[in-house]
């Protein structure tokens, strides 16, 4: 079956520096458009990043545009996010999907999540 596996959330300092990965198995990798989102206390889970099959495109909340950066390596069938100068409003559980479609908000599958906590 599908597993999206994220990794590397923690406890950061505002202005600070994470790199989350999502490994993906299960999947053609490199056919599904990979996105991140994320669910902070409380709210709605929220829209942070989408890269397209290839990595060629991507596309950012306006929350986070400038500050993160998605991106995938196909051969390793995983998509990262590097998010840098965080801040405490960036904190949630960040989780990664993946989808047929770059401009729809639909995705076929998600992953489980791992906690981001930015400190003031």
């Known amino acids: 079956q599908v597993q999206l596996v994220a990794s590397g959330g923690g406890l950061v300092q505002a202005g600070g520096s994470l790199r989350l990965s999502c490994a993906a198995s299960g999947l053609t990798f490199s056919s599904y458009v990979m996105g991140w989102f994320r669910r902070a206390p409380g709210k709605e889970r929220e829209f942070v990043a989408r890269?397209?099959?290839?990595?060629?495109?991507?596309y950012y909340a306006t929350s986070v545009k400038g500050r993160f950066t998605i991106s995938r390596d196909n051969a390793k069938n995983t998509v990262y996010l590097q998010m840098n100068s965080l801040k405490p409003e960036d904190t949630a559980v960040y989780s990664c999907?993946?989808?047929?479609?770059?401009?729809?908000?639909?995705?076929?599958?998600w992953g489980q999540g791992t906690q981001v906590t930015v400190s003031s």
């Open positions: 999907a993946a989808g047929r479609s770059y401009s729809s908000s639909n995705y076929d599958y």
């Open positions: 890269v397209d099959w290839s990595g060629g495109n991507t």
